[in-house]
């Protein structure tokens, strides 16, 4: 598949407002879709998770957005911190029983203050 | 409480040598994961523990690199005659009983540069 390499995908936003992180999904039979974020030199963190029945999910100043049509995932976060600055990864994980997760593509969110 | 702990935290290995990553997991957490992470790159899978059982080690790339958890604890990954495509963050996660993969906890990683 398509490799992104050194270069990720960059976002670049002021503090304060809103980012969408988008990515698309490959297994329309996955049960659930989870977006991850990791800072430099630390392991992904799980941020938030929706199940492929849902299409939008809420948590702390983010949303999750499913688009099973067109197998896209979206997530939102509103009032965008300096703390926030980290490569976003969204994974999968297929419906069929015990399964692992499979990562999407990153993107590298930079908020300015 | 503590979270995944790794170790080291960056090896440097000369090409043809062996290694050995150490995952400490949250202690009583069941399942333990290994990925490998490219940089740029999202963690690709590589094996997955059940306690001492490894159910699943469909994601390591060759068979110079094998994977143990003797006692269901703690975790060491192995690597034979390190190439230089092995050069990579290699990420250990765990998780609760019955929640599968979703709910996983990641260590930091052990940054392997193989000169």
């Known amino acids: 598949g398509e490799s992104v390499g050194l270069h990720l995908p960059t976002l670049s936003v002021q503090e304060g407002d809103n980012s969408i992180i988008n990515c698309a999904y490959s297994?329309?039979?996955?049960?659930?879709f989870i977006w991850y974020k990791q800072e430099s030199g630390k392991g992904p963190q799980f941020i938030i998770d929706?199940?492929?029945?849902?299409d939008k999910r809420q948590g702390q100043r983010v949303t999750v957005l499913l688009n099973k049509t067109v197998k896209h995932l979206s997530l939102q976060i509103a009032a965008t911190q300096p703390g926030d600055s980290a490569v976003y990864f969204c994974?999968?994980?297929?419906?069929?029983?015990?399964?692992?997760?499979?990562f999407g593509k990153g993107t590298m969110l930079l908020v300015s203050p | 409480g503590a979270g995944v702990s790794q170790s080291p935290r960056y090896k440097v290995a000369k090409r043809g040598q062996d290694v050995a990553l150490r995952c400490d997991p949250i202690s009583g957490h069941v399942s333990l994961f290994w990925y490998q992470q490219a940089l740029g790159q999202g963690p690709e899978f590589l094996t997955y523990?059940?306690?001492?059982?490894?159910?699943?080690k469909s994601g390591l790339p060759s068979d110079r690199f094998f994977a143990e958890r003797p006692e269901g604890s703690v975790s060491t990954l192995k690597i034979q005659r390190t190439q230089q495509e092995d050069s990579a963050v290699y990420l250990c996660a765990s998780s609760p009983a019955g929640t599968g993969s979703r709910e996983q906890y990641f260590g930091p990683g052990t940054r392997l540069t193989v000169t």
């Open positions: 523990f059940q306690n001492e059982a490894q159910l699943d």
């Open positions: 929706i199940r492929s029945n849902m």
């Open positions: 297994n329309s039979a996955s049960d659930y």
């Open positions: 994974a999968e994980i297929p419906s069929s029983g015990y399964s692992t997760l499979t």
